[in-house]
């Protein structure tokens, strides 16, 4: 009866669920997602050893045409979901284009029950319209980056956001600050929280891994 996460998108999610899994387990047992059993097979057979004593369960979701995510919605039914970002992979399958790509990706908020948690992208301007498609009775939050180039996409997610249930949101509930690129692909960054430091870390997956911690 724990939460579960769902996480889906084009860059970044193997990053995201490994440091989501890893965060969650202050909360006791997290079974999650191992490799790329992120599909219509992977997901199944995660879920299947997924052992009675887990807390939380993390599970990563793929796909390469319409109606595969929210097939593995339907079969996980996250409470939590979050999409990294959208970008042009696996174009074939969706109509060869970006808005293919976000309409399959978002999937995962169009399947949203009552009471769910979407956590959205404030700087992909792709992923903040699919805020519309998601239920209004679900929770929204929002990470981002706090550099100045950001700050014309929050502004156009606070817009959708207003349309959406006339609540204006900027800015979003987590930013990362301060990214530097270190050796070895890694980085640095701080992440804040209502404006309060909440620590400054190390990730790897190079630029990626400041977005992903906060998502």
């Known amino acids: 009866?724990?939460?579960?996460?769902?996480?889906?998108?084009?860059?970044?999610?193997?990053?995201?669920?490994s440091l989501t899994a890893l965060a969650l387990r202050t909360y006791g047992e997290v079974h999650h997602t191992r490799g790329n059993l992120n599909n219509h097979v992977g997901l199944p057979l995660t879920l299947l050893k997924m052992p009675p004593t887990t807390k939380v369960c993390v599970l990563e979701m793929g796909m390469s045409g319409f109606?595969?995510?929210?097939r593995l919605a339907e079969i996980a039914r996250p409470t939590i979901r979050l999409i990294t970002n959208v970008a042009p992979v696996h174009l074939e399958g969706v109509g060869g284009n970006l808005e293919g790509v976000a309409k399959a990706k978002g999937e995962l908020f169009a399947t949203a029950a009552a009471g769910d948690v979407c956590i959205v992208n404030a700087d992909d301007e792709h992923v903040a319209a699919l805020l519309l498609s998601a239920p209004p009775n679900c929770k929204v939050l929002?990470?981002?980056?706090?550099?100045?180039?950001?700050?014309?996409?929050?502004k156009r997610l606070s817009r959708i956001s207003k349309r959406r249930d006339g609540r204006k949101r900027l800015p979003p509930d987590v930013i990362f600050n301060d990214v530097q690129s270190l050796e070895l692909r890694e980085v640095s960054f701080t992440l804040e929280r209502n404006t309060l430091e909440i620590n400054k870390y190390l990730a790897a997956g190079g630029e990626g891994g400041g977005g992903a911690a906060a998502a």
């Open 1 to 17: 009866d724990g939460p579960v996460v769902g996480i889906t998108g084009s860059v970044g999610k193997t990053t995201t669920r």
């Open 67 to 70: 109606g595969e995510i929210q």
């Open 142 to 154: 929002m990470f981002g980056n706090g550099s100045s180039a950001a700050v014309a996409a929050r």
